[in-house]
């Protein structure tokens, strides 16, 4: 099936390597053609969330095989996964306390009015 991406990933890795695509030593090729196809240059990436908890990175290159049956480096991505705690405050409701009832026989009071 072709054309084919498969993804190589390197744990705890930033980067700043040099990747070579060659064929295998035993791989069925014209006589002088080189084993290597491409070599390439991945810069050091920089992990922003270094310092939280459990940081982990993931260097992961995308390889493809094209149609044509040349392989080459598609992307290169640098994930990274990390732990973070925050702190929410929990409110807890105030006790009801029940409302006054007027007692039996009793009529709440109600100020006088004055009679002119």
Same mark, same amino acid.
């Given at each position: 099936m072709f054309p084919l991406t498969k993804n190589v990933t390197f744990d705890n890795k930033l980067g700043n390597m040099q990747i070579m695509l060659k064929y295998a030593e035993d791989a069925q090729i014209l006589e002088g053609l080189p084993k290597e196809i491409a070599q390439y240059q991945v810069g050091e990436g920089k992990a922003k969330n270094a310092d939280k908890?459990?940081?982990?990175?993931?260097?992961?290159?995308?390889?493809?095989?094209?149609?044509?049956?040349?392989? #080459?480096?598609? #992307?290169?991505?640098?994930?990274?996964?990390?732990?973070?705690?925050? $702190?929410?405050?929990?409110?807890?409701?105030?006790?009801?306390?029940?409302?006054?009832?007027?007692?039996? #026989?009793?009529?709440?009071? $109600?100020?006088?009015?004055?009679?002119?």
């Open positions: 908890k459990d940081s982990k990175v993931k260097l992961t290159l995308k390889v493809q095989n094209s149609i044509h049956q040349i392989p #080459g480096v598609e #992307g290169v991505d640098l994930i990274e996964s990390w732990s973070e705690e925050v $702190k929410i405050p929990i409110k807890v409701p105030a006790p009801v306390t029940p409302a006054a009832k007027p007692e039996a #026989g009793k009529e709440a009071e $109600k100020p006088a009015e004055s009679v002119q």
